[in-house]
């Protein structure tokens, strides 16, 4: 069965810190990741997708995949009380599969001033 | 970018009614789209996919009678709870996948209040 963890949390950080937050699959042929934000009671929004082994950078957002170890990370950098969310890790199975993304629980942050 | 409209937002009904609610694609067209629920501070959970011009793939534990699902075209799907409880409550959330395979978008949710 395809899992995908994530530290439920709360994981707080003030603000200007860096934010880290980890990701762990079971599938190893999985090839797409994605983060996504939920503000409470909002839908998820997408905020980073990575497909290759390294770091893929956007503004304050950093996404980190290892393929080998069967992670994804994602670093915010500067981080400000609006960054305060839910952050979902989803996961996309191996091409030729069924194309639908497996979530983790989700993260959440708490940036406090 | 992609936009997918819900409607509605939020809704209230009576047991033992049924509430229809709509997940159209504005700016593309979708093969598929998902449905999912959400419980407050829980996951999301994968309901069903719908398929445009065929029958939804519902997941386990779902029950397709009463989670109705149409996909009439590229760009509409809706969901139908039908004669809703009050354990049906909660957030429901469509996705739409654009036909390539990154290309997902989620809707606004809707949340339902069963009383």
């Known amino acids: 069965q395809k899992e995908v963890e994530q530290n439920s949390g709360p994981l707080s950080v003030p603000e200007g810190a860096i934010a880290s937050l980890n990701c762990t699959y079971s599938?190893?042929?999985?090839?797409?990741f994605f983060w996504y934000r939920q503000y409470s009671g909002k839908s998820p929004e997408l905020i980073m997708s990575?497909?290759?082994?390294g770091d893929k950078e956007d503004g304050r957002f950093t996404a980190q995949l290892n393929k080998a170890s069967q992670y994804v990370s994602l670093l915010i950098r500067d981080s400000q009380p609006s960054d305060s969310a839910t952050y979902l890790c989803?996961?996309?199975?191996?091409?030729?599969?069924?194309?639908?993304?497996?979530f983790g629980r989700g993260t959440s942050l708490i940036v406090h001033p | 970018g992609a936009v997918v409209s819900q409607h509605p937002s939020r809704v209230i009904c009576k047991s033992g009614t049924s509430v229809k609610i709509e997940c159209r694609s504005l700016?593309?067209?979708?093969?598929?789209m998902f449905w999912y629920r959400q419980f407050p501070k829980q996951s999301l959970m994968l309901m069903a996919t719908?398929?445009?011009?065929?029958?939804?793939?519902?997941e386990q534990g779902v029950e397709k009678d009463k989670f109705l699902i149409n996909h009439a075209s590229l760009t509409l799907s809706t969901l139908t709870v039908t004669s809703a409880h009050p354990e049906d409550s909660s957030f429901y959330i469509c996705?739409?996948?654009?036909?390539?395979?990154?290309?997902?978008?989620f809707g606004s949710g809707t949340r339902l209040t069963v009383v």
């Open positions: 990575i497909y290759s082994n």
């Open positions: 989803a996961v996309m199975p191996p091409s030729g599969g069924s194309y639908i993304p497996t």
């Open positions: 700016d593309f067209q979708a093969t598929t």
């Open positions: 996705s739409a996948r654009r036909g390539e395979v990154n290309g997902y978008t």
């Open positions: 599938d190893r042929g999985s090839q797409s």
């Open positions: 719908s398929n445009e011009g065929s029958k939804a793939t519902y």
